[in-house]
Protein backbone atom coordinates (compact mmCIF):
# COMPACT_ATOMS: atom_id res chain seq x y z
CA UNK A 1 0.00 0.00 0.00
CA UNK A 2 1.19 3.52 -0.80
CA UNK A 3 0.37 6.19 0.38
CA UNK A 4 1.66 9.43 -1.50
CA UNK A 5 1.80 13.11 -0.18
CA UNK A 6 0.29 16.15 -1.64
CA UNK A 7 1.66 19.70 -1.30
CA UNK A 8 -0.79 22.18 -0.80
CA UNK A 9 0.11 24.11 -3.41
CA UNK A 10 -0.76 21.07 -5.71
CA UNK A 11 -4.14 20.12 -4.11
CA UNK A 12 -5.04 24.03 -4.97
CA UNK A 13 -4.17 22.87 -9.00
CA UNK A 14 -5.81 19.96 -8.63
CA UNK A 15 -9.22 21.73 -7.50
CA UNK A 16 -8.51 24.12 -10.13
CA UNK A 17 -7.97 21.62 -12.81
CA UNK A 18 -11.53 19.79 -11.28
CA UNK A 19 -13.39 23.33 -11.43
CA UNK A 20 -12.43 24.18 -15.10
CA UNK A 21 -13.25 20.25 -16.45
CA UNK A 22 -17.11 20.63 -14.72
CA UNK A 23 -17.48 24.05 -16.18
CA UNK A 24 -16.05 23.26 -19.65
CA UNK A 25 -18.94 20.35 -19.20
CA UNK A 26 -21.49 22.57 -18.70
CA UNK A 27 -21.33 25.73 -20.96
CA UNK A 28 -23.35 24.06 -24.13
CA UNK A 29 -26.48 24.10 -22.71
CA UNK A 30 -26.22 27.10 -20.50
CA UNK A 31 -24.82 29.21 -23.54
CA UNK A 32 -27.62 27.62 -25.65
CA UNK A 33 -30.28 28.77 -22.99
CA UNK A 34 -28.62 32.43 -22.27
CA UNK A 35 -28.39 32.58 -26.56
CA UNK A 36 -32.13 31.40 -26.26
CA UNK A 37 -33.50 34.48 -24.64
CA UNK A 38 -31.56 36.70 -26.59
CA UNK A 39 -33.30 35.57 -29.27
CA UNK A 40 -36.45 35.95 -27.83
CA UNK A 41 -35.47 39.73 -26.01
CA UNK A 42 -34.01 40.77 -29.48
CA UNK A 43 -36.81 39.37 -31.47
CA UNK A 44 -39.72 40.98 -29.67
CA UNK A 45 -37.67 44.44 -29.17
CA UNK A 46 -37.60 44.72 -32.99
CA UNK A 47 -41.28 43.46 -33.44
CA UNK A 48 -42.76 46.44 -31.38
CA UNK A 49 -39.86 48.57 -32.94
CA UNK A 50 -41.08 47.50 -36.47
CA UNK A 51 -44.88 46.90 -35.85
CA UNK A 52 -45.04 50.66 -33.83
CA UNK A 53 -44.28 52.49 -37.39
CA UNK A 54 -46.42 50.44 -39.37
CA UNK A 55 -49.30 51.28 -36.66
CA UNK A 56 -49.59 54.98 -37.29
CA UNK A 57 -53.24 56.13 -38.44
CA UNK A 58 -51.71 56.78 -41.83
CA UNK A 59 -54.86 56.64 -44.61
CA UNK A 60 -52.44 56.44 -47.20
CA UNK A 61 -49.43 54.33 -47.37
CA UNK A 62 -50.38 50.26 -47.31
CA UNK A 63 -49.52 48.40 -44.44
CA UNK A 64 -49.51 44.61 -43.32
CA UNK A 65 -53.01 43.16 -42.18
CA UNK A 66 -51.93 42.54 -38.93
CA UNK A 67 -50.25 44.43 -35.67
CA UNK A 68 -49.28 44.16 -32.25
CA UNK A 69 -51.11 47.65 -31.60
CA UNK A 70 -54.92 47.87 -31.73
CA UNK A 71 -54.93 51.03 -33.24
CA UNK A 72 -53.26 50.05 -36.48
CA UNK A 73 -55.18 51.27 -39.71
CA UNK A 74 -57.70 48.76 -40.39
CA UNK A 75 -56.94 45.76 -37.53
CA UNK A 76 -60.31 45.62 -36.37
CA UNK A 77 -62.19 46.05 -40.12
CA UNK A 78 -63.63 43.59 -42.32
CA UNK A 79 -62.55 43.73 -46.05
CA UNK A 80 -65.08 43.13 -48.84
CA UNK A 81 -62.39 41.37 -51.27
CA UNK A 82 -59.44 39.55 -51.14
CA UNK A 83 -56.30 41.70 -50.97
CA UNK A 84 -52.85 41.68 -51.10
CA UNK A 85 -50.15 44.02 -50.17
CA UNK A 86 -46.60 44.28 -50.00
CA UNK A 87 -44.29 46.46 -47.77
CA UNK A 88 -40.57 47.64 -46.98
CA UNK A 89 -39.25 49.06 -43.77
CA UNK A 90 -35.59 50.75 -43.95
CA UNK A 91 -34.66 51.95 -40.50
CA UNK A 92 -31.63 53.47 -39.65
CA UNK A 93 -31.21 54.19 -35.43
CA UNK A 94 -29.23 54.01 -32.77
CA UNK A 95 -28.57 51.21 -30.13
CA UNK A 96 -26.94 51.50 -26.87
CA UNK A 97 -26.22 47.78 -26.35
CA UNK A 98 -26.36 46.02 -29.52
CA UNK A 99 -24.91 42.37 -27.59
CA UNK A 100 -27.93 42.59 -24.92
CA UNK A 101 -25.67 42.43 -21.92
CA UNK A 102 -25.89 43.62 -18.25
CA UNK A 103 -23.50 46.15 -18.55
CA UNK A 104 -21.17 47.85 -21.48
CA UNK A 105 -23.02 46.48 -24.21
CA UNK A 106 -21.61 48.32 -27.36
CA UNK A 107 -23.17 51.73 -28.88
CA UNK A 108 -23.79 51.25 -32.10
CA UNK A 109 -25.45 52.36 -35.07
CA UNK A 110 -28.19 49.67 -36.33
CA UNK A 111 -30.31 49.04 -39.31
CA UNK A 112 -33.09 46.32 -39.37
CA UNK A 113 -34.63 46.38 -42.87
CA UNK A 114 -37.83 44.11 -43.60
CA UNK A 115 -39.87 42.71 -46.09
CA UNK A 116 -42.63 41.64 -46.19
CA UNK A 117 -46.03 40.25 -48.12
CA UNK A 118 -49.55 39.92 -46.83
CA UNK A 119 -53.00 38.78 -47.98
CA UNK A 120 -55.97 38.83 -46.20
CA UNK A 121 -59.47 37.88 -47.20
CA UNK A 122 -63.56 37.79 -45.74
CA UNK A 123 -64.36 34.35 -44.32
CA UNK A 124 -67.96 33.84 -46.89
CA UNK A 125 -70.49 36.35 -45.08
CA UNK A 126 -68.90 35.33 -41.31
CA UNK A 127 -67.75 37.80 -39.51
CA UNK A 128 -64.45 36.52 -39.61
CA UNK A 129 -61.10 37.60 -41.53
CA UNK A 130 -58.20 35.34 -42.75
CA UNK A 131 -54.81 36.80 -42.87
CA UNK A 132 -51.25 34.91 -43.99
CA UNK A 133 -48.42 36.87 -44.80
CA UNK A 134 -44.31 36.41 -45.00
CA UNK A 135 -41.22 38.48 -43.95
CA UNK A 136 -37.53 38.44 -44.36
CA UNK A 137 -35.56 40.45 -42.13
CA UNK A 138 -31.81 41.31 -41.67
CA UNK A 139 -30.43 42.61 -38.69
CA UNK A 140 -26.83 44.85 -38.98
CA UNK A 141 -25.00 46.39 -36.15
CA UNK A 142 -22.20 48.31 -37.46
CA UNK A 143 -19.99 48.33 -34.15
CA UNK A 144 -21.12 44.71 -32.84
CA UNK A 145 -21.08 42.29 -35.87
CA UNK A 146 -21.46 39.52 -33.19
CA UNK A 147 -25.48 40.49 -32.98
CA UNK A 148 -25.77 40.40 -36.82
CA UNK A 149 -28.90 37.72 -37.69
CA UNK A 150 -30.97 36.98 -40.37
CA UNK A 151 -34.28 36.12 -39.98
CA UNK A 152 -37.48 34.45 -42.24
CA UNK A 153 -41.21 34.34 -41.25
CA UNK A 154 -44.52 32.98 -42.13
CA UNK A 155 -47.26 34.21 -40.29
CA UNK A 156 -51.29 33.22 -40.23
CA UNK A 157 -54.13 35.11 -38.39
CA UNK A 158 -57.86 34.43 -37.68
CA UNK A 159 -59.79 36.98 -36.09
CA UNK A 160 -63.44 38.11 -35.15
CA UNK A 161 -64.45 41.42 -37.05
CA UNK A 162 -67.64 42.72 -36.67
CA UNK A 163 -68.45 44.18 -40.29
CA UNK A 164 -70.47 47.29 -38.84
CA UNK A 165 -68.51 48.46 -36.10
CA UNK A 166 -64.59 49.09 -36.76
CA UNK A 167 -64.52 49.50 -32.98
CA UNK A 168 -65.82 46.33 -31.47
CA UNK A 169 -64.21 43.15 -29.15
CA UNK A 170 -61.96 41.79 -32.07
CA UNK A 171 -60.86 38.42 -30.32
CA UNK A 172 -57.89 36.25 -32.65
CA UNK A 173 -55.60 32.91 -32.99
CA UNK A 174 -52.63 33.57 -34.48
CA UNK A 175 -49.91 31.58 -35.82
CA UNK A 176 -45.89 32.33 -36.42
CA UNK A 177 -43.07 30.31 -37.42
CA UNK A 178 -39.24 31.98 -37.78
CA UNK A 179 -35.99 30.96 -38.40
CA UNK A 180 -32.74 32.35 -37.36
CA UNK A 181 -29.93 32.47 -39.40
CA UNK A 182 -26.02 34.21 -39.41
CA UNK A 183 -25.32 36.81 -41.72
CA UNK A 184 -26.65 36.29 -45.49
CA UNK A 185 -28.70 33.69 -44.35
CA UNK A 186 -25.95 31.40 -44.53
CA UNK A 187 -26.26 28.90 -41.31
CA UNK A 188 -29.25 28.49 -39.44
CA UNK A 189 -29.52 29.11 -35.92
CA UNK A 190 -32.75 28.73 -34.40
CA UNK A 191 -36.31 27.79 -35.29
CA UNK A 192 -39.52 28.88 -33.58
CA UNK A 193 -43.43 28.52 -33.89
CA UNK A 194 -45.61 30.55 -31.66
CA UNK A 195 -49.30 30.12 -30.55
CA UNK A 196 -50.93 33.53 -29.90
CA UNK A 197 -54.90 33.89 -28.56
CA UNK A 198 -55.83 37.15 -27.83
CA UNK A 199 -58.54 40.24 -28.75
CA UNK A 200 -57.55 43.53 -29.87
CA UNK A 201 -60.40 46.57 -28.81
CA UNK A 202 -59.83 50.10 -29.63
CA UNK A 203 -61.91 53.85 -28.57
CA UNK A 204 -61.96 56.26 -31.60
CA UNK A 205 -62.33 60.05 -30.67
CA UNK A 206 -62.71 63.13 -32.99
CA UNK A 207 -60.79 66.26 -32.50
CA UNK A 208 -63.35 67.56 -29.28
CA UNK A 209 -62.62 64.48 -27.72
CA UNK A 210 -65.96 63.15 -28.42
CA UNK A 211 -66.60 59.07 -29.10
CA UNK A 212 -66.98 58.63 -33.05
CA UNK A 213 -70.11 56.91 -33.94
CA UNK A 214 -70.12 53.17 -34.42
CA UNK A 215 -69.53 52.48 -38.24
CA UNK A 216 -67.89 50.00 -40.75
CA UNK A 217 -64.94 52.41 -41.41
CA UNK A 218 -64.61 55.49 -39.37
CA UNK A 219 -60.78 56.57 -39.79
CA UNK A 220 -62.29 59.70 -41.35
CA UNK A 221 -63.57 61.07 -38.46
CA UNK A 222 -61.13 59.71 -35.71
CA UNK A 223 -58.22 62.12 -34.65
CA UNK A 224 -57.32 60.47 -31.27
CA UNK A 225 -57.41 56.56 -31.12
CA UNK A 226 -57.08 54.36 -27.53
CA UNK A 227 -56.37 50.72 -27.88
CA UNK A 228 -55.28 47.84 -26.01
CA UNK A 229 -54.22 44.27 -27.43
CA UNK A 230 -54.04 41.15 -25.12
CA UNK A 231 -52.56 37.50 -26.10
CA UNK A 232 -51.59 34.62 -24.42
CA UNK A 233 -48.41 32.98 -26.36
CA UNK A 234 -47.26 29.23 -26.37
CA UNK A 235 -43.21 29.44 -28.19
CA UNK A 236 -41.90 26.43 -29.37
CA UNK A 237 -37.89 26.43 -30.08
CA UNK A 238 -35.72 24.62 -31.49
CA UNK A 239 -32.95 24.78 -29.90
CA UNK A 240 -34.36 25.04 -26.11
CA UNK A 241 -36.52 26.82 -24.42
CA UNK A 242 -39.65 26.72 -25.39
CA UNK A 243 -41.75 29.48 -23.25
CA UNK A 244 -44.88 30.76 -22.50
CA UNK A 245 -46.01 34.25 -22.42
CA UNK A 246 -48.28 37.02 -21.46
CA UNK A 247 -48.65 40.23 -23.53
CA UNK A 248 -50.61 43.33 -22.51
CA UNK A 249 -49.58 46.37 -24.98
CA UNK A 250 -52.00 49.74 -24.44
CA UNK A 251 -51.32 52.26 -27.40
CA UNK A 252 -52.59 55.49 -28.47
CA UNK A 253 -52.24 57.29 -32.28
CA UNK A 254 -52.62 61.09 -32.85
CA UNK A 255 -53.58 62.34 -36.45
CA UNK A 256 -52.11 65.92 -36.13
CA UNK A 257 -52.69 67.01 -39.29
CA UNK A 258 -53.01 65.68 -43.01
CA UNK A 259 -49.01 64.54 -43.15
CA UNK A 260 -48.29 64.35 -39.77
CA UNK A 261 -48.91 61.59 -36.85
CA UNK A 262 -47.82 60.32 -33.39
CA UNK A 263 -48.16 57.23 -31.81
CA UNK A 264 -47.33 56.13 -27.88
CA UNK A 265 -47.43 52.18 -26.96
CA UNK A 266 -46.45 50.16 -24.08
CA UNK A 267 -45.27 46.69 -24.24
CA UNK A 268 -45.70 44.90 -21.23
CA UNK A 269 -44.27 41.28 -21.27
CA UNK A 270 -44.12 38.17 -19.05
CA UNK A 271 -41.92 35.23 -20.85
CA UNK A 272 -42.36 31.86 -18.53
CA UNK A 273 -39.55 29.37 -20.07
CA UNK A 274 -39.52 25.28 -19.47
CA UNK A 275 -37.29 23.42 -16.94
CA UNK A 276 -34.34 23.58 -18.18
CA UNK A 277 -31.92 19.78 -18.26
CA UNK A 278 -30.70 21.48 -15.03
CA UNK A 279 -34.40 21.42 -13.62
CA UNK A 280 -34.17 25.13 -13.23
CA UNK A 281 -37.13 27.45 -14.93
CA UNK A 282 -36.40 31.53 -15.15
CA UNK A 283 -38.72 33.90 -16.36
CA UNK A 284 -38.15 37.36 -18.16
CA UNK A 285 -39.99 40.46 -17.70
CA UNK A 286 -40.09 43.49 -20.28
CA UNK A 287 -41.47 46.51 -20.59
CA UNK A 288 -40.97 48.78 -23.43
CA UNK A 289 -42.26 51.93 -24.12
CA UNK A 290 -42.00 53.27 -27.78
CA UNK A 291 -43.18 56.77 -29.60
CA UNK A 292 -43.50 57.57 -33.19
CA UNK A 293 -44.05 60.43 -34.88
CA UNK A 294 -44.92 60.45 -38.73
CA UNK A 295 -44.33 62.38 -41.85
CA UNK A 296 -45.81 61.02 -44.99
CA UNK A 297 -43.67 62.49 -47.56
CA UNK A 298 -46.21 64.34 -50.27
CA UNK A 299 -47.44 63.26 -53.33
CA UNK A 300 -46.49 66.65 -54.79
CA UNK A 301 -42.48 66.07 -53.80
CA UNK A 302 -42.51 62.84 -55.47
CA UNK A 303 -43.62 64.25 -58.91
CA UNK A 304 -47.38 63.10 -58.59
CA UNK A 305 -49.92 61.05 -57.06
CA UNK A 306 -48.43 58.49 -60.10
CA UNK A 307 -44.93 58.56 -59.03
CA UNK A 308 -45.30 58.44 -55.21
CA UNK A 309 -47.93 55.02 -55.72
CA UNK A 310 -44.90 53.94 -57.86
CA UNK A 311 -42.27 53.95 -54.47
CA UNK A 312 -44.99 53.28 -52.13
CA UNK A 313 -46.76 56.14 -50.82
CA UNK A 314 -43.57 56.54 -48.68
CA UNK A 315 -43.57 57.92 -45.10
CA UNK A 316 -40.55 58.91 -42.42
CA UNK A 317 -40.82 57.25 -38.90
CA UNK A 318 -38.74 58.81 -36.24
CA UNK A 319 -38.97 56.21 -33.09
CA UNK A 320 -37.58 56.67 -29.68
CA UNK A 321 -37.55 53.00 -27.55
CA UNK A 322 -36.10 52.10 -24.34
CA UNK A 323 -36.62 48.30 -23.36
CA UNK A 324 -35.88 46.91 -19.84
CA UNK A 325 -35.20 43.26 -19.23
CA UNK A 326 -35.54 41.86 -15.36
CA UNK A 327 -34.53 38.13 -16.02
CA UNK A 328 -33.77 35.21 -13.52
CA UNK A 329 -31.53 33.78 -15.70
CA UNK A 330 -27.84 35.06 -14.65
CA UNK A 331 -26.51 37.60 -17.20
CA UNK A 332 -29.96 38.09 -19.24
CA UNK A 333 -31.16 41.21 -17.45
CA UNK A 334 -30.25 44.71 -19.10
CA UNK A 335 -31.33 47.88 -20.39
CA UNK A 336 -31.80 49.44 -23.87
CA UNK A 337 -32.11 52.91 -25.55
CA UNK A 338 -33.17 52.63 -29.29
CA UNK A 339 -33.28 56.11 -31.47
CA UNK A 340 -33.46 56.55 -35.33
CA UNK A 341 -35.60 57.11 -38.40
CA UNK A 342 -37.31 54.82 -40.72
CA UNK A 343 -38.64 55.24 -44.16
CA UNK A 344 -41.99 53.38 -44.65
CA UNK A 345 -43.21 51.78 -48.25
CA UNK A 346 -46.21 49.91 -49.27
CA UNK A 347 -47.83 49.15 -52.07
CA UNK A 348 -51.88 47.26 -52.22
CA UNK A 349 -51.70 44.56 -55.40
Do not use: C
Not at 106 to 119: A, D, K, L
Not at 153 to 174: E, H, I, K, M, T
Not at 252 to 271: G, K, M, P, Q, T
Amino acid sequence: MFVYAIEPGARIGIFLAIAVAVLLALPTPLLAQVRGNFLDTQGDALDVIHDAALATPNAVTPVPFSNLFATAPGLEQQVRTSQWRVGLLAPLSYNSNAEEIPSGGTHTGETTPIGNVSWTAPIGNLPLRVTLGANGEMDRYFRAPSADLDKAGLSGRLQYVDPANDQAFSPYVAFGARWDYTSTFADQISARQDYNIGFNKRFNFDGNMQPVPIAPDTSAATVWSFGLTTFYQRRMRDPQLSSSAMFVIPSVSYAISRDWYASLAVEFLWRWYDVDSFGFSGRDDEVMPIGTLEYIIPATLLGGDRTAALFGRPALDFQLAYLNVSSTFPGVSYKQWNAGATLKMGWQL
